[in-house]
């Protein structure tokens, strides 16, 4: 299967064969499988899937726009507002918060100055409860954008692990 060009072009052709991967696993009649693999694609292309995005992967995928955007809102792995330049997803679910995972997002919310949902001013940072993450036993976890997993979140890791994402935004 071939990438077949949007005539919108919000993609790029990579992101496109991409999807186009994704999509040939399923059966010819249920392209609309592939939605998340096509909203994280996008996502990871535009940094959050904006209205505009998610319409035009309903259009790729021959998909109603509100049914890609209800998958793009239940999960909080994507994001419909813009995040931060550093997405901080911090599990809260019962296992982690037996091992202090509400500690941590309470610690970070105090040393950010923000609430969960919320951007630093600075636009550095947007802070998120997750669900379970699958690293029960390393509670307290939090992702990074998505991709990078801190486990055993003390407050001196959380201070570190923010100091360490300063430091590489100010060296970019």
């Not at 507002?81 to 911090?90: H, N, T």
């Not at 997750?130 to 801190?150: F, H, I, T, W, Y």
């Amino acid at each position: 299967m071939s990438a077949v060009p949007n005539p919108r072009g919000l993609l790029s052709e990579a992101a496109y064969a991409r999807i186009d991967r994704e999509v040939a696993k399923f059966p010819a009649d249920q392209k609309q499988s592939a939605v998340m693999a096509a909203l994280a694609i996008a996502q990871d292309e535009k940094g959050w899937v904006s209205n505009e995005v998610i319409e035009d992967v309903a259009a790729y995928l021959g998909m109603a726009p509100i049914a890609v955007y209800e998958v793009a809102s239940f999960y909080n792995m994507y994001d419909t507002g813009q995040p931060g330049r550093f997405k901080l997803s911090v599990c809260t679910c019962l296992p982690c918060a037996l091992r202090d995972g509400g500690k941590a997002g309470e610690y970070l919310k105090a040393k950010l100055g923000i609430d969960y949902n919320e951007t630093t001013a600075d636009g550095l940072f947007t802070l998120k409860e997750s669900e379970c993450q699958g690293a029960c036993g390393d509670a307290p976890v939090l992702l990074v954008n998505n991709k990078r997993m801190c486990s055993f979140m003390s407050a001196d890791k959380l201070d570190a692990l923010v100091e360490e994402l300063k430091s590489k935004a100010r060296s970019n």
